[in-house]
């Protein structure tokens, strides 16, 4: 009788462990359920906030495949769409409501990790509903949640840990990793950035460069930049104090961001049309395409306030970013029988790609991430890679080629293409840089989102960075 009393105490304490309680059993939308494991639940760091998580193991073998932690950026934007429109195992439908397995997601060669960072995105929420953050806080909760994911996941704890995002991962990346190479429990092998903010300096300078030479801007205003921005063969179109440069930027600002171009891939369309306007959609106001509120930078500071004040009129602000359509996804994540398969909290807010409240209150405390970088260089251990798709406006590829220049690294193999196999034959991905323990990689004809717009290359890309083969 002792011996069943037992058994059945450790079954009920087996059946509330994190991982079994988390384990995602059934998704609605798939025809046909996964092979692999997969886990959706809650990573509880400091002041109570809970970072909601969704772990795809690997198709390949999660036991000694390595894990790879994936952020989107924003800051406020979900690492959900990342999984659901880039490259998890599963693809989010037009009709929001059908999914269909991605033949080039990255768990088939790692676990990945997906966490909607900070509290306030997607489905993570606070317990005191405060989402004011900045980025200290932020690298040290997502320490915080890795460190509690391995403590509820013990087996993984041994593999390769890499960390990877985009955009404003830029930022989360570097400082996360600066905390993680401190804890020897941690075994991190190498980062990856995708279309990162790496220096708004060199970010803002190197958009007009790319701008007027993708035929944007005209030889008038082409030529009052040149005169009013540039001293001594040195331009400045970051900070300049000079009215006359101030207003020519601006005319930049308008044609980049307001003129109804897709800013996060120059030669792609926006879904349903260009609409430059404010509208109110069930009972949400909803911005839509006017301006790169997502990128910090001086030009946004009155949208910005503008953007502060329209939110305290309403209960809500939706802030989409432009050219995109996150429809299919917030149908899918909001409806009540898949919150329900991925064990999402009644405290949780409704699902939203992006969230105004954490944007707008956010605290950008890193103009540049130059010391994180030259700190996991000067280790001689990790493997880095900085990655852009070449018609990205947000966050542009020149930037961050001068970017990883200016950190002075060793060059190992000169600028060259790279190649890679799709079903018409050998292809040339774009071009690669390698220097000691980085590499700089374009992605040919990829905007923002590369795994979306260049699926097999980015696949391709990913598996030469986690299996350390040359680009």
């Known amino acids: 009788m002792q011996v069943l009393l037992l058994c059945y105490f450790l079954f009920l304490l087996s059946a509330d462990s994190a991982p079994t309680a988390d384990e995602v059993t059934y998704l609605p939308g798939l025809q046909k359920q996964p092979s692999f ?73 790692a676990n990945m990790l997906y966490l909607e960072s900070p509290a306030g995105v997607g489905f993570s929420y606070s317990d005191d509903r405060n989402y004011v953050t900045n980025d200290t806080e932020v690298s040290m909760n997502n320490y915080l949640a890795l460190k509690e994911f391995f403590h509820l996941f013990p087996e993984f704890s041994k593999n390769e840990l890499f960390l990877t995002g985009e955009s404003y991962g830029g ?39 790319f701008a007027y030479y993708h035929g944007l801007l005209g030889s008038r205003l082409w030529t009052r930049l040149q005169t009013f921005c540039c001293r001594n063969g040195t331009c400045n179109f970051y900070n300049n104090q000079d009215q006359n440069c101030s207003d020519s930027v601006s005319e930049v600002q308008v044609i980049v961001y307001s003129s109804g171009l897709n800013m996060y ?96 209150n956010y605290g950008r405390l890193y103009m540049d991430v130059r010391k994180q970088y030259l700190k996991l260089l000067s280790a001689l251990k990790y493997r880095v890679l900085v990655y852009n798709g070449d018609v990205d406006m947000a966050c542009n590829f020149m930037g961050d080629e001068w970017f990883v220049e200016s950190l002075h ?8 293409p790279w190649l890679y196999n799709d079903e018409d034959g050998r292809q040339v991905g774009g071009f690669v840089k390698d220097f000691d323990n980085i590499a700089f990689l374009t992605v040919k004809g990829s905007g923002h989102m590369v795994p979306s717009d260049k699926p097999i290359a980015a696949f391709t890309m990913f598996t030469r960075f986690i299996k350390r083969q040359p680009y």
């Open 37 to 109: 494991r997969h886990y959706s639940g809650y990573l509880s760091v400091a002041d109570g906030k809970h970072l909601h998580y969704w772990f795809v193991e690997s198709q390949n073998d999660p036991a000694s495949d390595p894990v790879v932690l994936w952020l989107n950026g924003g800051p406020g934007c979900s690492s959900l769409d990342g999984l659901l429109t880039e490259h998890g195992p599963f693809l989010i439908q037009d009709d929001g409501v059908t999914l269909q397995y991605n033949p080039y997601s990255w768990n088939k060669i």
């Open 265 to 360: 891939n120059l030669y792609a369309s926006c879904p349903g049309g260009v609409s430059q306007r404010v509208s109110v959609d069930r009972g949400e106001l909803v911005i839509r395409d006017l301006g790169n509120s997502f990128i910090h930078h001086p030009w946004t500071q009155l949208w910005n306030q503008k953007l502060r004040g329209l939110a305290s009129l309403h209960l809500s602000v939706r802030l989409d970013p432009p050219c995109t359509n996150s429809t299919p996804s917030s149908l899918y994540l909001n409806n009540p029988y898949v919150r329900a398969a991925l064990h999402i909290s009644p405290k949780a807010l409704e699902w939203v790609i992006c969230s105004s409240e954490v944007n707008l």
């Open 171 to 209: 930022i989360y990346i570097p400082t996360l990793a600066e905390r993680v190479m401190e804890d020897a429990s941690l075994n991190l092998q190498g980062v990856a950035v995708g279309n990162g903010m790496s220096s708004y300096e060199m970010n803002d300078n190197s958009l007009v460069y």
């Open 409 to 416: 690294q060793q060059v190992e193999v000169q600028r060259r």
